[in-house]
């Protein structure tokens, strides 16, 4: 076990519909990131937090956002729903400066009808 | 050209046999790679890591290096039907601040009895 966390860990939803996924990071760790793994495809890079701002992401449109808190936890906001947003979803928790090793947590299956 | 390419296989070993998995990489400038196992249904967990040309040792697991040839390896020896899984290459790619992992589209590994 990694100590990563997310919540929930299924969830439907309907196209049009927002939604927010929770992740805490492992103990000590400063840095979360987001990734979408489409089934049979390797993790895509969303954004990355680190000290409560996005340090980077990826190539997702903006309607997917992100908050991280004091505490490191993360937020994962997507809206405006699409089928094409089903997929697993994941965060990964690391310490920014130290190391480049990133830990996932369980992942939160998204399901779009 | 993708940024990181792996066999999709499957590949499909004889337990007590080695596996070699294979993954190449476009941008020269990377300097991270890391390797992850994910069980079907599950989240990708790290199981090796390697920033330096050559070899890597971890147990049954060997990660592999060549910076001029823009080549990782993992060699799996006396492979176990535990073992049965995707493997994952990740790259953070040069040029970067933050942590962006580039994954490759991952090999299934099947170990027979």
């Known amino acids: 076990e990694t100590g990563v966390t997310q919540s929930p860990t299924h969830l439907i939803k309907t196209r049009g519909q927002q939604v927010t996924l929770r992740c805490s990071s492992q103990s000590g760790h400063n840095t979360v990131s987001w990734y979408q793994q489409a089934l049979g495809q390797g993790p895509q890079f969303i954004f990355q937090y680190y000290r409560e701002e996005e340090n980077g992401r990826g190539n997702f449109p903006p309607r997917f956002s992100g908050l991280q808190f004091p505490n490191y936890s993360s937020e994962l906001n997507v809206n405006a729903l699409e089928l094409d947003d089903s997929a697993l979803y994941l965060c990964?928790?690391?310490?920014?400066?130290?190391?480049?090793?990133?830990?996932f947590g369980p992942g939160t299956r998204l399901t779009v009808t | 050209q993708k940024e990181v390419e792996q066999n999709s296989g499957p590949l499909s070993v004889p337990e007590g046999a080695i596996a070699s998995l294979n993954c190449t990489y476009s941008d020269r400038g990377s300097q991270s790679f890391f390797w992850y196992r994910q069980y079907s249904g599950k989240s990708p967990e790290l199981i090796m890591f390697?920033?330096?040309?050559g070899d890597k040792e971890d147990g049954r697991f060997t990660a592999q290096l060549n910076k001029a040839s823009q080549y990782v390896s993992l060699l799996i020896r006396d492979s176990q039907p535990s073992d049965s899984a995707t493997y994952l290459c990740?790259?953070?790619?040069?040029?970067?601040?933050?942590?962006?992992?580039?994954f490759g589209q991952g090999t299934i590994l099947t170990v027979h009895p």
């Open positions: 990964a928790s690391s310490l920014l400066g130290t190391s480049d090793e990133q830990y």
């Open positions: 390697i920033y330096s040309n």
């Open positions: 990740a790259v953070i790619p040069g040029g970067t601040s933050y942590g962006k992992l580039t």
